[in-house]
């Protein structure tokens, strides 16, 4: 029978039927042979097929196609990358301007792994209770800079509900996810919407040590008003998967509109003469954040290229 993932440990998976229950559940081993090139064979979002075991534990013997799935490479170049969940239908990124503070680069490498992986995404800032003027000011800035993009942004305060009812209605019915750096209030917000999952969270009185997290493994809850959302651990810093250097302007909105515009059509918006995408930055209508952000992960890419090439 059908089942959906909704957690993971690694060897043991939490599967649910579609009646509702709950099974513990392991893979056969056949699904060790995609670890070749993920460290997870099944991640939280999969649909999969199970076999009913004495005891009511489930053997999962077969895995649905997935609609797209997040990923992440740890930094250190390695091959395999972590499937973080998958079948997502829209991915929150929690964003902070302070307390801690998220930085452009972080976005863009989260916004690039959704563009690359079709995964929808909207942007999230929390906290807005704790907003001075000067973090009103970077908040303003990062808004208008995201939305000239294409890209929806919110603002709520997790803790006090400004903004909370508006992001419901962004959740109701669908599978989303919530992602983000350690402590910008994931969890908080997902037990904001629906207290009685309560979730583990930093606590106020914050004696966690620094980068220590407090979500430790994604997981797949319920909302009780229709649709689940995938709480996740938080991400300090991840690598780009693999993507040639030519494919990375493609997941910049606004750079791939105007790759027409370059004199050279390989233009890779670097050194070429008559590119319209330095043009643009010159100009001020592409973000000197964006386009630093996009010969970053240009390098990267060409990086990853040569180390793999090296086998
Ligand atoms: N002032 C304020 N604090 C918040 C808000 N949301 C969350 N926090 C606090 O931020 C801290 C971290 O919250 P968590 O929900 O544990 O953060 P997380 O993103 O789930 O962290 P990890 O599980 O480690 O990835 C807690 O002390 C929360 O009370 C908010 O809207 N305003
Ligand atoms: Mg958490
Ligand atoms: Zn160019």
Redesign the pocket.
């Known amino acids: 029978m059908k089942g959906l993932v909704t957690k993971s440990t690694g060897s043991w998976y939490t599967v649910r039927d579609e009646n509702g229950n709950d099974y513990k559940a392991r893979i056969r081993g056949k699904f060790r042979l995609d670890q070749i090139k993920h460290t997870n064979p099944l991640a939280v979002g999969d649909y999969v097929e199970i076999d009913l075991d004495k005891d009511d534990i489930a053997v999962i013997t077969d895995i649905h196609p997935r609609q797209n799935y997040l990923i992440r490479r740890s930094v250190n170049l390695s091959k395999k990358t972590h499937i973080i969940a998958s079948n997502i239908e829209l991915a929150f990124l ?1 964003a902070t301007v302070s ?1 801690p503070r998220t930085s452009t680069g972080f976005i863009d490498r989260f916004l690039v792994t959704c563009e690359a992986y079709q995964i929808p995404i909207m942007l999230v800032f ?5 907003w001075q003027e000067e973090e009103k000011e970077i908040h303003e800035e990062m808004k208008g800079l995201y939305e000239s993009i294409g890209y929806e942004t919110m603002a ?5 509900g400004q903004g909370m009812d508006d992001l419901k209605s962004k959740l109701i019915d669908k599978v989303s996810l919530v992602a ?10 997902v037990n904001a919407l629906s207290p009685d999952l309560n979730l ?5 009185s ?1 004696f966690n040590k620094k980068g ?4 430790t493994f994604a997981q797949m809850y319920e909302w009780p008003f229709g649709g689940y959302i995938i ?1 996740t ?2 991400i300090k810093e991840f690598g780009l998967v693999d993507m040639a250097k030519e494919e990375v302007q493609d997941y910049f909105p606004e750079i791939f509109a105007l790759k027409e515009e370059c004199k050279f059509y390989n233009c890779i918006h670097t050194i070429e003469p008559k590119c319209a995408v330095r043009k643009a930055v010159e100009d001020g209508d592409v973000a000197t954040s964006r386009y630093e952000s996009y010969l970053t992960f240009l390098e990267e890419a060409e990086a990853y290229e040569s180390d793999y090439s090296k086998g």
């Open positions: 929690i307390n929390n906290k807005l209770d704790e709520v305060s997790a803790l006090e983000g750096h350690s402590g910008v209030g994931k969890s908080t917000l583990k969270t930093k606590g106020i914050g220590q997290h407090t979500t709480d651990p938080g």
